[in-house]
């Protein structure tokens, strides 16, 4: 099993050329194709034009702003992708940006994204993007932090793991990586609690067979929160290793069409430093 299919989401941000060199320092690992993905946002009036007359320049204007970055992306992308050598495509496509970039992703075997900064929304726009897709559409997400160069990443892989679907998922999409990896950690957060999950006589063991069945070299590792917030645990167990990937299983539930995400799905999305493999 390999990946052969990757999207990457492309936004016109300062960080997107960093997700394309992601995305295609995946796709040179298995002679995979590349797509990028341009999603052109839905026309925006102000609230108070409405019901009133809209001016023709607004909208010239809008399509204008549009089509100049959706033009400008298209160009980087694409010089981007020959620069690699990598196959790829160009995609442009009108409508809410996560219901666009969730049916594209059902057809990829991993959708490379942004992590987005509601604080920034110019420079890092959509930080629910990575969360809708991961939550809706039954593939894996790379999220990419807002900060950093990630080159031939997946080098040494933390994997999260709890016995749950989820985190089941994520392993099973990852194998392609883990496969390649020249080093995998799998860690427990809390093996003893029941919301940890059952994980046996010896935490993490049965996973690190599963994983070492497939020719990986695996370790297994164990640690207690002790109260702390477990999403700072694993970033900074990730950090003691030196690991350059996590993985690991998405988590929440939908509520009136927006995903309530739980505590360590969020801190990995927000604050991880390195590149984040999720599932749901």
């Known amino acids: 099993m390999s990946l052969k299919n990757i999207l990457v989401h492309v936004d016109g941000s300062e960080r997107c050329e960093e997700h394309v060199s992601v995305a295609c320092d995946f796709a040179l690992r298995s002679d995979a194709h ?78 490379v994204v942004g992590a987005g900064d509601l604080g920034d929304p110019v420079t890092y726009p959509n930080p629910f993007l990575a969360a809708d897709v991961a939550m809706s559409s039954g593939r894996p997400v790379l999220v990419v932090p807002n900060k950093g160069h990630f080159e031939g990443i997946g080098r040494h892989i933390l994997v999260c793991w709890n016995t749950s679907r989820e985190a089941v998922r994520a392993v099973n999409d990852a194998l ?30 049965d996973i690190a067979l599963h994983l070492a069945r497939h020719g990986i070299k695996v370790e297994a590792a164990s640690t207690t929160s002790n109260g702390d917030d477990v999403g700072s645990i694993i970033l900074s167990r990730a950090a003691d290793l030196g690991a350059d990937m996590i993985v690991c299983g998405a988590y929440g539930h939908s509520r009136t069409r927006e995903w309530i995400l739980g505590g360590v799905t969020r801190t990995l999305i927000e604050t991880s430093p390195v590149p984040v493999f999720m599932s749901h």
């Open 34 to 111: 590349v797509s990028g993905l341009f999603v052109i946002p839905e026309p925006f009036y102000p609230l108070y034009t409405d019901g009133a007359y809209i001016p023709e320049d607004l909208i010239l204007s809008q399509e204008a702003e549009t089509k100049a970055r959706g033009e400008a992306s298209e160009k980087k992308f694409r010089e981007a992708t020959a620069k690699a050598g990598a196959h790829a495509e160009w995609r442009t496509e009108q409508g809410p940006l996560s219901s666009v970039v969730t049916r594209h992703a059902r057809y990829a075997d991993l959708s």
């Open 176 to 205: 392609p990586l883990l496969e390649a990896a020249e080093k995998v950690t799998v860690l427990v957060v809390n093996p003893d609690k029941m919301a940890s999950g059952d994980h046996g006589a010896i935490p993490s063991a």
